[in-house]
Each structure stands twice: as structure tokens, then as C-alpha cells.
């Protein structure tokens, strides 16, 4: 996530900046006190979109499979497209909006983000339908890496904290709100629309944020320009689509020969993405990825452990809300409220986290990935035990392990990998890694859900009791076998060097909120680590002497 601040701070947008590097972007100019308190408003509500955007369709696989008539690949797709599009442009949405304004970026995210909205709510078929999303997305990519520039720029000290502290909770109402909203619209089918509208619901929203934003937002002016690499970003979005979309389509085609093929052609293209990326750095200029981090082993791990970690809970959420509903014949609002145990043990550990962080280092990794393992073990067994009749609210205390680690994991995994990185990449790592988190969502969806299409689960007519148990059994027992992995990868993490690592404001004893603020930003695609440390170092209330000073350069801050 790109953050702009004045100063040697500069901002961060996943990537660590040559010398040449443009100067900062000019704050928000905003006079009038009531003023600045419209335009944290307005990111806020943004906030709600991007997030619930995303919740949101979780919950409507099964009605728009059922009235679009359309096979289980391509309602999964309606779900991961719009991960997919996000994590492909959020760097390069940060980089837009440092080089071109925060707020001409914003706003034109928003005009897409609800075009794209009200697209989808009134999409005659399913490939209008997936286009929109893919729209939503891009849109969605080009508005979050703003929000928290424009709070940076328009509050100072203690406001500044308030208002950060706004935001976090604005991203878990949206988790949870989203699920519930959208649950109750598809529930009601008003007018006979179903799915319809849990997406229009947003366009007003969307079409209020854009109004208010247009009045109370000033303009800002870019002092400089800077290398965009939209040919890395086409390269990695090409190497994304053919690893994602025969997981998507390929059960439904039966396998055929070109989904191996596009598996195939996926290597290719990655080593030609990550070529390119290497001459960029040979002329100088500012690369989407730098592959030399791949040479630390605090990164080649790190990444790997955040993709696996990442399909795994949201492989858990999507598949679970869809057994809740088809399998077990819950409505959508019920299911809603049934994983909500999740949400609540996220939260609570959440704040509890930065107090365990600077005792046990490392270990919360540890013990964050033992509850999970436990989390998905137990529920297995409960499905296993439990046979024909196994209810939702059975799998309540599971569902609570699963939050509890959520919490403990999702906050220290940036800081503790980028202790064991060099300090003149910490901004490129900061950004790279957050991306691999989203990437991670999306396949999620995709691998996940092609467990459930190989054993015979669909989100439509005929879809029986005993095949969703048996499937969402395969799916845990999988989505266990890969938290074992990424346990085991957490022992190859190299030990921090330090106890409180400067590069993660987790580490500065800035209280409960900033747990849980932190671990919800990193949930939806946060990229400025080492900004925030920044923030909090600057206007909160941390021991002097500590090392950390105000002329620390960009790429160390990140």
C-alpha cells in the first residue's frame, strides 16, 4: 500500500526508490478545520466499498449460480477476479497516485469502483457480469493505496491516531457488515433480484463518497514524475491468469489439455516477468518487484509463508459460508452470523497482540499457526464425528481457534520477515509481500474451490448434504496440510536480530488499537509497514533514544 509523507519519509509504493526517484507528492491542502473532517469521511467510506465489496460477494455464489445458470468455475470466478485484478495493480495504484495526485487517482478509482458496481448489479449474464468485477477491482486497487496518504496529510499527532484508529474499525464493520448486508439483501430477494442487490446496495454509497470527495477533497500537485512499470505489471498479471483461471474453469472442462497447457505456459512468463524486472534495475529505474530479494532468505520464506496462510483463510471463509448455505441449508444471513465467531476472535486477539509481540518475538508466529492447525483439525474432526448431522453452530469453538490465530498471525508476519531483510530493501519487501498476500486470497478461491469441484460440491440445484461434508472435509484436511507447511517454514525465518525490530510499529507500544488496525490493513492489501512505524514513532508516545530518527531514509523506514 503506498503511503506519500513530507519529508525524508517518502512514499512507499511496494518498491524501494533509485536515487532518481520523484519527489514527494504535495499534501492535501486542507484549511477549514470541519473540512478535514469530510475528507477522512470520504476515506472512510471508501474504505467500506473496498472491503465490502469483496465480503459481499462471498455470500451470493449459490443465488447467482442458480438464476445466471451458470457452473461452479464461473461463480468462483465472480469472487476471485476481483482479488485477482486488486493484488495485480495495488503497487501500481500507490505509484499512480504518488506521481499523478492522490486525489485525481481517488476519484477516478471511484467513478470506476462504482461503474463497475452498478454493472454487476444489473449484468444481464455472467460474462458482463465477470468484466464488471474485473473492473471493480482495478478500480478498487487504484483507491485503497490513497486513503491512508490523505489521513497522513490531513491530521497531525493525536488526530492523526484517531483517525487511524477510525479507519481499522471501518475495516472490520465493512468484514463483518458486508457479510451480514449482503446476506440480508440476497435473503429478502427484493423484487425477485436475488444476488442484485447486495451490489447495488454500494452504488449510492460510491456515488456519495465521489460527490463529497469532489467538494471538501484540495487539490494536490505532484512536484515530479517517476517510472511506471505497466509492462511488469502486464507480465505479472498474464502469469497470475493462466496459474489462477485453469483452476477456475479447468474441472469444469473436464481437464482438458490447454488447461495444462495455460498451467504450463505460467512458468515461462513469471521467469519472463522476473527478467524483466532484473533490467530495470540494470538501467536505473524504479521496478514493480526487485528480484533480488528473492536472494534473502527472510523474503523467499516470508512469501511463501503469506500465500499459504492466506489461502488458507480465505479458502476457510469462502467454502465454509458456502457449505453453511448448501449444504447445510442455511440462508445467507444465517450464514453470515454463523462465522461470525471468526470475526469476533480476530478482533479480540488482535488487540491483545502487541502486548505478546516484544516477549515472544517469533513464537507468536508459532503459537498463531498451532491454533490454526488446531482450529482446522478440530473442525475436521467435528465434520468427521458429526456425519449426516452436522450442524454450523457445532463448529463454533473451531471456527474460534481459527479467528484467535488469525489475530496472532496476521499482524507480527510483515515485521518479523522484515527484520531479516537489508535495510535498503525493506521498502521494496514491505510492498512485495502484502501483494503475495492478496495473490494468496485469490488463489484461494480458486485451489479451495477446486477441491470442492472435483468431489462433486457445486453452489447449485441437486447439491447434496453428504458430497459438501465430504468436500468441505478434503478442503480442511488440505487447508491443514498447508498451515503444517508454513508452520514448518516459520523454523526457517532467520531469528530478529533485536527484540523490539524497528521497522514495524507493532514493536513501539502504541497500544491495543494499533494491533488491531494493523492486522485489519495487512488483512485487505495494506502496503506502508514502515510508514506507519513512521507515523507512530513521530506523534506517539515511545521511548527516546531508541535509534529510530527522523532522517532515516525511505527504504529503511519501509
Known sequence: MTLSAPGPARAASGVAAPPAAAAPVAPLAVTADRT???????????????????????????????????GFGTAQFVVAGYGLVYAVFLI??????????????????????????LVSGLAPNAPVLIGARLVQGFGAALIYPQILSIIQDTFEGKERNFALGLFGATIGVAIVAGQLIGGALIQLDLGGLAWRPAFLVLVPIGAAALVTGARVMAPDRPAGRDHIDLAGTGLLGTSLLLLVLPLLIGPGAGWAWWTWAMFAAAVPMFALFVRYEGSLVRRGRTPLLRPALFRQRAFAVGTVIGVLYFITIVGLAVYTSLTFQVGLGLDPLQAGLAFAPVGIAFFLSSL?????????????????????????????????????????????LPLLLVGTAQGLTMSPLIGIVLTGIRPEDKGSASGALTTAFQIGQALGVAGIGTVFSMLGAHPGPGAGTDRYRIAFQAALFLMAGLTLVSLLLVFLLPTPHDSRPHHHFLWLRHGRRT??????????????????????????????GDGLTAGRSHDEGT
Open 92 to 117: 501500481t495504484g500507490g505509484r499512480l497516485g504518488d506521481v499523478s495526485g492522490r486525489r485525481r487517482v481517488l476519484l477516478g478509482g471511484l467513478v470506476l469502483f462504482t461503474a463497475a458496481v
Open 515 to 544: 494491533g488491531l488496525a494493523h492486522a485489519l490493513y495487512l488483512l485487505t492489501g495494506g502496503h506502508a509497514v514502515g510508514r506507519l512505524t513512521h507515523w507512530f514513532h513521530h506523534h506517539g508516545d515511545h521511548p527516546q
Open 352 to 396: 491483545v497482540v502487541p502486548r505478546l509481540v516484544p516477549r515472544l518475538g517469533r513464537a507468536v508466529l508459532t503459537i498463531g499457526h498451532v491454533l490454526l492447525l488446531g482450529g482446522l483439525l478440530s473442525a475436521w474432526l467435528t465434520a468427521h464425528l458429526a456425519g449426516p448431522g452436522l450442524t454450523a453452530w457445532s463448529l463454533g
Open 36 to 70: 478535514r473532517w469530510f475528507v477522512l469521511g470520504v476515506g472512510l467510506i471508501c474504505t467500506f466499498l473496498v472491503v465490502g465489496g469483496a465480503s459481499i460477494a462471498n455470500l451470493a455464489m449459490p443465488s447467482l449460480q442458480q438464476t445466471l445458470h451458470v
